[in-house]
Antibody, heavy 118, light 110 residues
Framework: QVQLHESGPGLVRPSQTLSLTCTVS??????????WSWIRQSAEKGLEWIGR???????TYNPSLKSRVTISTDTSKNQFSLKLTSVTAADTAVYYC??????????WGLGTLVTVSS | QSVLTQPPSVSGAPGQRVTISCTGGSSNIGAGYDVQWYRQLPGTAPKLLIYGNTNRPSGVPDRFSGSKSDTSASLAITGLQADDEADYYC??????????FGGGTTLTVL
């Protein structure tokens, strides 16, 4: 059974870097034809795709966030991570990690609320 | 303003059939890209309901069905049940923006 779990600080100061990790169990993130993705959800913007990393390590980011986003993997820990720099209150959201195959997000983490505030 | 447009809300009585529309454009649904549908209960993560326009993952009842035509897609739910109350989202690929979501539709069972 595939499970994903997000972890990281729930509060980030404005202008700082948001860092989250997704721990995956039940499947290796370095095998198969999967995209490991980050999505966020806020009342203002709804569901917003942030970016993804393929099992090969190639990344694709939402153009609106591309200048601030980095997604990477740690295959030794079966984890992938999100870094979002220069955050503002507009980055406050529930952040989800998810697995995708052929464009469909078939397995999601529970989500973690990140608040940007001083 | 979402790239994919959904009605904010729909409603129906138990046992009825409801449909939720998802309207895109020539750079996403109209370009031939697949549409997915997700259901989200309050306080939980979205769950995949339909993938590849019409396909149901294992465990999803056949009361749920998807269709696609031109620049839009639809989710149909038959035999409406009280626990179908949830938020429903469509999702597709857009040439300029990559993966995009609809704004979501709240289904109320009367």
């Amino acid at each position: 059974q595939v499970q994903l779990h997000e972890s990281g600080p729930g509060l980030v100061r404005p202008s700082q870097t948001l860092s989250l990790t997704c721990t995956v169990s039940g499947v290796s993130i370095s095998s198969g034809s999967y995209y490991w993705s980050w999505i966020r959800q806020s009342a203002e913007k709804g569901l917003e795709w942030i970016g993804r990393i393929y099992t090969s390590g190639s990344t694709t980011y939402n153009p609106s966030l591309k200048s601030r986003v980095t997604i990477s993997t740690d295959t030794s820990k079966n984890q992938f991570s999100l870094k979002l720099t220069s955050v503002t209150a507009a980055d406050t959201a529930v952040y989800y990690c998810a697995r995708a195959i052929l464009g469909a997000l078939d397995c999601w983490g529970l989500g973690t609320l990140v608040t940007v505030s001083s | 303003q979402s790239v994919l447009t959904q009605p904010p809300s729909v409603s129906g009585a138990p046992g009825q059939r409801v449909t939720i529309s998802c309207t895109g454009g020539s750079s996403n649904i109209g370009a031939g890209y697949d549409v997915q549908w997700y259901r989200q209960l309050p306080g939980t993560a979205p769950k995949l309901l339909i993938y590849g326009n019409t396909n149901r993952p294992s465990g999803v009842p056949d009361r749920f069905s998807g269709s696609k035509s031109d620049t839009s897609a639809s989710l149909a739910i038959t035999g409406l049940q009280a626990d179908d109350e949830a938020d429903y989202y469509c999702q597709s690929y857009d040439r300029s923006l990559s993966w995009v979501f609809g704004g979501g539709t709240t289904l109320t069972v009367l």
